[in-house]
């Protein structure tokens, strides 16, 4: 499966961005996907990951309330839209893929990686 991550940008405190990430090469439809995120000095965090079997999104504390993870097979990509960012959102932001993570919060548990494309939320 190969990632490609876009949508990242500069954006004021309070401003809204939407990433999106392709999947190609493989059954996109019956892979997990994940988003994570990695700010200088800091390890990958988990963002916000989706199941194929049940559509079912999962949220990490940041992104509650305000960060919304969607896919549509058909075009083999998954969003993840942003509202409300702060400062502290700035960060690499990497798309993910696996065809079932145990623990879905944990970036060691995903096989295919995307490049990353970058957040900044200026103050």
């Known amino acids: 499966v190969q990632l490609q991550a876009s949508g990242g940008g500069l954006v004021q405190a309070g401003g809204s961005l939407r990433l999106s990430c392709v999947a190609s090469?493989?059954?996109?439809?019956?892979?997990?996907m994940g988003w994570f995120r990695q700010a200088p000095g800091k390890e990958r965090e988990f963002v916000a990951a989706?199941?194929?079997?049940?559509?079912?999104?999962f949220y990490g504390d940041a992104a509650k309330g305000r960060f919304t993870i969607s896919s549509i097979d058909a075009k083999n990509t998954v969003y993840l839209q942003m509202y409300s960012l702060k400062p502290e959102d700035t960060a690499v932001y990497y798309c993910?893929?696996?065809?079932?993570?145990?623990?879905?919060?944990?970036?060691?548990?995903?096989?295919?990686w995307g490049q990353g494309t970058q957040v900044t939320v200026s103050s």
């Open positions: 090469g493989r059954t996109f439809s019956r892979y997990d």
């Open positions: 989706i199941r194929w079997s049940s559509d079912s999104p």
């Open positions: 993910a893929a696996d065809q079932y993570p145990e623990r879905i919060v944990d970036p060691a548990q995903y096989a295919y």
